[in-house]
């Protein structure tokens, strides 16, 4: 059984950077299997925001962040990381992780609240 | 960039009833690589549909999508209460992957 654990909510000033945990349980780190991140800002829709190959480390992601999304992983304690840069205020949001079935994300972390304020 | 748009909005019907939702793309899905999700306040999105029409594993067979090249449908044959939620489509063809902005099913 796949599951995926988040860490906690994070507060950030305008400008300041976060980096989100997503640690996995029952899944298998390979060149095959890919971690996601979308994220929600309250109130609002999903946006898919890039993803990771857990074996090689690849990343494939959104135009508009502009370069301040950095994914990275460690196979040795089957954890994956989002780390978003220049935080602004419409960066509030719920980030979550997700494993890549064969069609779409299966497996989902609880989500973290990032909030940006002043 | 494929852009998903989802209709209606909301939708507004009584247990027992029939739902049926909308995700228009505007390019052609290739493979029929769109999936549907169900989200309900406070709790992270549920895979339902993949690949157009295949049932994700434990979902009821209430629920069904259909569809193909940029329409696509999702079908809840008759509501249950706790079918009331927000859902949404995404497509997985190609990079970037995108979500359409949601059709809320709320109890009328």
């Known amino acids: 059984q796949v599951q995926l654990v988040q860490s906690g909510p994070e507060v950030r000033k305008p400008g300041a950077s976060v980096k989100v945990s997503c640690q996995t349980s029952g899944y298998r780190f390979t060149t095959s299997s890919h971690i996601h991140w979308v994220r929600q800002a309250p109130g609002q829709g999903l946006e898919w925001m890039g993803m990771?190959?857990?074996?090689?480390?690849?990343?494939s992601s959104t135009d508009r962040f502009q370069g301040r999304v950095t994914m990275t992983r460690d196979p040795s304690t089957t954890t994956v990381y989002l780390e978003l840069s220049r935080l602004r205020s419409d960066d509030t949001a719920v980030y979550y992780c997700?494993?890549?079935?064969?069609?779409?994300?299966?497996?989902w972390g609880q989500g973290t609240l990032v909030t940006v304020s002043s | 960039e494929i852009v998903l748009t989802q209709s209606p909005g909301t939708l507004s019907l009584s247990p027992g009833e029939r739902a049926t939702l909308s995700c228009w793309a505007s390019q052609r899905i290739s493979s029929n690589y769109l999936a549907w999700y169900q989200q309900k306040p406070g709790q992270a999105p549920r895979l339902l549909i993949s690949g157009a029409s295949n049932r994700a594993t434990g979902i009821p067979d209430r629920f069904s999508g259909s569809g193909s090249g940029t329409d696509f449908t999702l079908t809840i044959s008759r509501l249950e209460p706790e079918d009331f939620a927000v859902y949404y489509c995404q497509h997985y063809g190609n990079f970037p992957w995108t979500f359409g902005q949601g059709t809320k099913v709320e109890i009328k």
């Open positions: 990771i190959n857990t074996g090689g480390g690849r990343i």
């Open positions: 997700a494993t890549e079935s064969y069609g779409g994300n299966d497996n």
